[in-house]
């Protein structure tokens, strides 16, 4: 089976530029999250939706990041302008839709990104 | 809201012995879920070990097991047998009842020694 795919893996931009960010989760899967991880932290959620619904973006900073998942299966995260904060590893993960707690996430291989 | 706390920020261990990694966690939810994730120096968060908040035994998986004591709220991950490949970064988190997000802890890098 198949993981969870993310493109790119690194990006380096000028800040003020704008960048997007490219998720595949693992077939079936109903569930998408988007995490930020800056360095020296744990992952925290940015967007999370189930099938093309937003479920939870209350952390999304939305003046300049945007998210949309386009027939429930693969993603893109936007940011436009770049600042020099939002360096950090891009995580997605996805699961499979039980409504429970021990529903586990899977996590694709993250793309970092580098703002100058 | 569910709070996640390791606080061994760093930790070594000898190639062949068994390290513990400190996990605590803070939650109002009667039911939840504790996972632990490695996240290797290339980046990928890789799932290790789950353990339901009713479950009555610990959870293992191969030469991981998790220490849960409910009353204490902590959740350690116990690795026997260490590898040089389980160098890494170790993230404890949880997940509250519904459809949430997990909530990760710092972490605790764990380098292993010849």
């Known amino acids: 089976e198949a993981g969870v795919a993310q493109s790119p893996r690194y990006k380096i931009i000028e800040k003020r530029q704008s960048v997007a960010f490219w998720c595949n989760p693992i077939?079936?899967?109903?569930?998408l999250y988007w995490y930020q991880q800056i360095l020296g932290q744990g992952p925290k959620l940015l967007i999370q939706?189930?099938?093309?619904?937003?479920?939870?973006d209350s952390q999304l900073p939305k003046d300049r990041f945007s998210a949309e998942r386009l027939k429930g299966v693969d993603s893109t995260l936007k940011i436009q302008p770049a600042k020099l904060e939002d360096s950090a590893v891009y995580l997605c993960?996805?699961?499979?839709?039980?409504?429970?707690?021990?529903?586990?996430?899977?996590f694709g291989p993250g793309t970092r990104l580098t703002v100058l | 809201a569910q709070k996640i706390t390791q606080t061994q920020p760093g930790m070594f261990v000898q190639e062949k012995e068994a390290v513990t990694l400190d996990c605590t966690y803070d939650?109002?939810?009667?039911?939840?879920?504790l996972f632990w994730y490695k996240q290797p120096s290339s980046g990928e968060m890789i799932f290790l070990i789950y353990q339901g908040s009713y479950d009555q035994q610990n959870a293992t998986e191969g030469r991981y097991s998790l220490n849960f004591q409910k009353a204490r709220k902590s959740a350690n991950l116990v690795i026997s047998a260490s590898q040089l490949g389980d160098s890494a970064m170790y993230f404890c988190a949880m997940r509250g009842e519904g459809n949430t997000p997990l909530v990760f802890g710092k972490g605790t890098r764990l380098s292993v020694i010849a």
């Open positions: 939650t109002s939810d009667p039911s939840y879920g």
């Open positions: 077939s079936g899967h109903a569930t």
């Open positions: 939706f189930q099938n093309n619904g937003v479920v939870d």
């Open positions: 993960a996805s699961s499979p839709w039980t409504s429970g707690y021990a529903d586990t996430q899977y």
